[in-house]
């Protein structure tokens, strides 16, 4: 009993840690996308060994007028390597649709989770349609983006928008699910949005099936704006979670 309540918190955190990360794509020093676990804004991309070797097998897939090209990330050091990046015109989606479930609780009110990050690159604001679960999609004007869960817009939600030194705006989507940002700097931008379902099921497949009471769905957009006011360099890197 007492080994219970000491593993309690250690618990409590790693779901709490989980819960509050991202995956987004960015551009790697070899020129390939890589997908990152962590916190853009806190300079924190999670490495292996450690957490990022709780993920499952993200997928991504590069959309462009040639069709869609399809492939598992490769693990890497800090994140999942992708044998391809998106040039002019082009667009990323990328999600771990296996990611381990895990229950939480006390004693008989225990519930169990399913954690379903997701994440978009885009090279512009070319209109999109969505291809996740819980998708941010450019609309076609400057800044503009729009939620959509389930191909049906997501109205009254809270979207973050972050640089990579840090700074954090906040926003709600309207009656549409849109919403429009200002980007005064050069630089990478991190868009994120979250969403509870709470209607509960059962996942299917080979790898991570079994009941659920929610799904907690995170999703973020990633776009490289290549002109701008000269953007302030990220911080030093965040510790990373063992």
Not at 110 to 119: D, K, L, V
Not at 214 to 240: F, H, M, N, Q, W
Request: proline content about 7%; glycine content about 10%.
């Amino acid at each position: 009993m007492k080994k219970n309540w000491m593993l309690a918190p250690a618990l409590l955190c790693a779901v709490s840690t989980v819960q509050a990360h991202q995956i987004w794509l960015e551009e790697s020093s070899q020129g390939n996308t890589v997908v990152r676990f962590g916190e853009f804004g806190e300079n924190l991309r999670e490495a292996s060994p450690g957490l990022l070797d709780k993920f499952g097998k993200p997928a991504a897939t590069l959309v462009s007028a040639k069709g869609d090209t399809s492939a598992d990330g490769r693990k890497v050091a800090d994140g999942f390597a992708l044998p391809f990046k998106a040039e002019k015109g082009e667009s990323i989606v990328a999600e771990d649709a296996q990611y381990p479930l895990y229950s939480w609780g006390e004693g008989d009110k225990q519930t169990r989770s399913w954690f379903y990050p997701a994440a978009r690159q885009i090279t512009d604001f070319s209109v999109q349609r969505p291809r996740l679960p819980l998708d941010l999609v450019p609309t076609g004007s400057p800044g503009e983006l729009q939620l959509v869960y389930h191909d049906k817009p997501l109205p009254k939600t809270r979207i973050t928008l972050t640089v990579q030194s840090g700074w954090m705006k906040e926003a709600q989507t309207d009656d549409q699910g849109k919403v429009t940002f200002d980007m005064p700097w050069a630089g990478t931008y991190v868009a994120e949005a979250s969403h509870n379902d709470q209607t509960g099921g059962e996942r299917k497949g080979a790898e991570g099936a079994g009941k659920y009471d929610v799904v907690y769905y995170v999703t973020t957009l990633t776009y490289d704006k290549p002109d701008g006011i000269e953007a302030v360099p990220a911080g030093p890197a965040a510790s990373r979670n063992k």
